[in-house]
Nanobody, 127 residues
Framework: VQLQASGGGLVQAGGSLRLSCVAS????????MSWYRQAPGKQRELVAA???????????SVKGRFKVSRDNDVVNRKNTVYLQMNSLKPEDTAVYYC??????????????????WGQGTLVTVSS
């Protein structure tokens, strides 16, 4: 499974950005897809997760501001996960990574279960 993330950039506080992550390859082998982020000097943390059945989970720090969604395109053999980020704050500044977990798991929130990772995309929120 290959993951390709995009959509990062520089935005002012209060603004919005939408990240995208396209998964290709053996899509039958994955279920949950998630967004993680890592701020400078901090550990990577889960931001939001979504299953192929569209069950979701969010970090408390982004609830009500971020929305994760997913498009399972069987015809074109790709899954795309979006992260709509609204009311951005300087503390949202981080490198954002998308990840996918094997179908063995449901809506897993454990980072160690995510076997597939995309390259990061930098989100910078200025005050």
């Amino acid at each position: 499974v290959q993951l390709q993330a995009s959509g990062g950039g520089l935005v002012q506080a209060g603004g919005s950005l939408r990240l995208s992550c396209v998964a290709s390859g053996s899509l039958f082998s994955i279920n949950a897809m998630s967004w993680y982020r890592q701020a400078p000097g901090k550990q990577r943390e889960l931001v939001a997760a979504i299953t192929s059945g569209h069950s979701t989970n969010y970090a408390d720090s982004v609830k009500g501001r971020f929305k994760v969604s997913r498009d399972n395109d069987v015809v074109n053999r790709k899954n795309t996960v979006y992260l709509q980020m609204n009311s951005l704050k300087p503390e949202d500044t981080a490198v954002y990574y998308c990840a996918a977990a094997p179908r063995t798991y449901g809506l897993t929130l454990e980072e160690r279960r995510y076997e597939y990772w995309g390259q990061g995309t930098l989100v910078t929120v200025s005050s």
